[in-house]
C-alpha cells in the first residue's frame, strides 16, 4: 500500500502536512481545469516536500527544466533563500502569459527567471551565464533526461544536488512489457544514474518517483 495507490492514505497525508498555500491551491485548481495533461503539476504533496528541501539545501542558484504552470516554481522559490534565483525553462511559449501572471502574484516571484525555449538547448547557455547551480529540478521532457543529465552535470556546483521527478513513472520502470518512449527515456537515465561514481543517489517512492542526486 502506498500514497500513490490509496487516495485514502493520501488525504491522510494531506491532512497531516503543512496545508497548501492559497494562491498555490487554485492554480492548482485552475491547472486541472484548463490543462489536458493536469496530473504534471506537482501538487499539494510534492510542493510541500520540494518547498521543505530548499529549506534543509538552501540553494542559491537554482534551475528548473519544464515549468508547466509554474506551481514546483513557486514552491522551490518559496523555500529557497531571499538571495535565491530561480530559473526556469518552459517549452511551451502558450504557457508564458499564465505563468508569469502567477509569478507576479507570488510574494517569492521575484526569485523567479523564466525562459521559453527548449531546455535540452538552453541548458548550456543558462549555466554560462547564471550557473553553476546548487540545484536542478529536472521535470521536462522524459524521452531526455539522460541528456539533460549529461548537459548540466558539468554545471552543478560540486555538493550540489539534481533532483528528477517522474523517475518511476507509473511504476512502469519495473514492468519489462513496458516499451514506450517515455519509460525507456526514464530507464536509461536511471542506470545512468545508478551507475555514475560520481554522485549519491536515491529514488524516493514520492508521488511518481523522486530520484534525489548528489554531486560529490
Ligand atoms: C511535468 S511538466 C512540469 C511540471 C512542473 N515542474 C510542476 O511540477 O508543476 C513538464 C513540462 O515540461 C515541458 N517540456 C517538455 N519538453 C520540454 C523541453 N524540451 N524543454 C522545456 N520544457 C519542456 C512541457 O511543456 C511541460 O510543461
Redesign the pocket.
Known amino acids: 500500500m502506498s500514497v500513490t495507490t490509496d487516495p485514502g492514505l493520501e488525504q491522510y497525508v494531506l491532512r497531516h502536512i503543512d496545508p497548501e498555500p492559497e494562491q498555490l491551491h487554485r492554480l492548482n485548481r485552475e ?1 486541472h481545469r484548463r490543462c489536458l ?1 493536469p496530473d ?4 499539494h504533496y ?2 510541500r516536500f ?1 518547498k521543505m528541501l530548499m529549506r534543509m539545501i538552501k540553494p542559491v542558484n537554482i534551475l ?10 513557486m ?1 522551490l522559490a518559496e523555500g529557497a533563500p531571499d538571495n535565491a534565483a530561480v530559473h ?5 511559449d502558450e ?1 508564458g502569459r499564465m505563468i508569469q501572471e502567477n509569478f507576479n502574484q507570488w510574494p517569492h516571484g521575484h526569485k523567479i527567471t523564466l525562459h521559453i ?6 541548458i548550456e547557455q543558462l549555466s554560462r551565464q547564471y550557473g553553476p547551480w546548487d540545484l536542478v ?1 529536472m ?3 522524459k524521452r ?1 533526461y539522460a541528456d539533460y543529465y549529461q548537459a548540466v552535470m558539468p554545471h552543478v556546483a560540486s555538493g550540489g544536488f539534481i533532483v528528477a ?2 523517475t518511476l513513472w507509473y511504476g512502469k520502470v519495473a514492468d519489462s512489457d513496458a516499451h514506450d518512449a517515455q519509460t525507456l527515456g526514464i530507464r536509461h537515465f536511471n542506470s545512468i544514474v545508478a551507475s555514475d561514481p560520481h554522485v549519491e543517489k536515491v529514488i524516493l517512492p514520492l508521488r511518481d518517483g523522486l530520484t534525489l542526486i548528489h554531486k560529490l
Not at 40 to 43: D, K, L, N, R
Open positions: 491547472t495533461y504534471m503539476c506537482s501538487g510534492q510542493g520540494l528548473e527544466l519544464g515549468t508547466f504552470t509554474g506551481y514546483s516554481a514552491c526556469t525553462v518552459e517549452l511551451n504557457m525555449g527548449d531546455a535540452l538547448q538552453l529540478f521535470d521536462a521532457n531526455n521527478d517522474n
